[in-house]
T-cell receptor, first 113, second 112 residues
Framework: DSGVTQTPKHLITATGQRVTLRCSPRSGDLSVYWYQQSLDQGLQFLIQYYNGEERAKGNILERFSAQQFPDLHSELNLSSLELGDSALYFC????????????FGNGTRLTVT | GESVGLHLPTLSVQEGDNSIINCAYSNSASDYFIWYKQESGKGPQFIIDIRSNMDKRQGQRVTVLLNKTVKHLSLQIAATQPGDSAVYFCAESPQYGNKLVFGAGTILRVKS
């Protein structure tokens, strides 16, 4: 068990809808990362937060947004969903901003129909 | 651990043999490298890491080798067990950053 908790485990929704994925990092970790894993793209970095502030941005669509709250949990919001957004979404956390391993949750499987 | 990717390379080994999984990384500025194991239905699990000022690091049954000259990373698993069956990813991070970039992955199948 990595200590990173993601909810929900599964989400099925229709195109055009909006969903929120939630992540609780390991106790004491200040950095939270979101990754998308699809069959044809592998693990793609979306965005990183450190202690409530956005630290780095990757291949995150404008329809997607995230935030990290004062209690350090994070939410990833996906809107105007398309079929191609179906994927596994992973949250990871680490203790510092550099040179420390990321610890991943077990992901949220999003299916857009 | 085989649900990720349709065209991942596969390494099949006999139980008890040693496994070597290779990874070519792309960014010569990367200075931190990690190996992850992903089993079906789970998130990537940290195995071992290495910094660019080292060329070898050992853990329990695992060894990571780094060759910066040819930008190559390998993971050696000793006495491979059925529980080692999974997809293995290498990941690299640029200097002063922690934005991990993942490789495509390798499927390891252990035959009993």
């Amino acid at each position: 068990d990595s200590g990173v908790t993601q909810t929900p485990k599964h989400l099925i929704t229709a195109t055009g809808q909006r969903v929120t994925l939630r992540c609780s990092p390991r106790s004491g970790d200040l950095s939270v990362y979101w990754y998308q894993q699809s069959l044809d793209q592998g693990l793609q970095f979306l965005i990183q937060y450190y202690n409530g502030e956005e630290r780095a941005k990757g291949n995150i669509l404008e329809r997607f947004s995230a935030q990290q709250f004062p209690d350090l949990h994070s939410e990833l919001n996906l809107s105007s969903l398309e079929l191609g957004d179906s994927a596994l979404y992973f949250c990871a956390s680490s203790s510092t901003g550099a040179d420390s391993p990321l610890h991943f949750g077990n992901g949220t499987r999003l299916t857009v129909t | 651990g085989e649900s990720v990717g349709l065209h991942l390379p596969t390494l099949s080994v006999q139980e008890g043999d040693n496994s070597i999984i290779n990874c070519a990384y792309s960014n010569s500025a990367s200075d931190y490298f990690i190996w992850y194991k992903q089993e079906s239905g789970k998130g990537p699990q940290f195995i071992i890491d290495i910094r660019s000022n080292m060329d070898k690091r050992q853990g329990q049954r695992v060894t990571v080798l780094l060759n910066k000259t040819v930008k190559h990373l390998s993971l050696q698993i000793a006495a491979t067990q059925p529980g080692d069956s999974a997809v293995y990813f290498c990941a690299e991070s640029p200097q002063y950053g922690n934005k991990l970039v993942f490789g495509a992955g390798t499927i390891l199948r252990v035959k009993s």
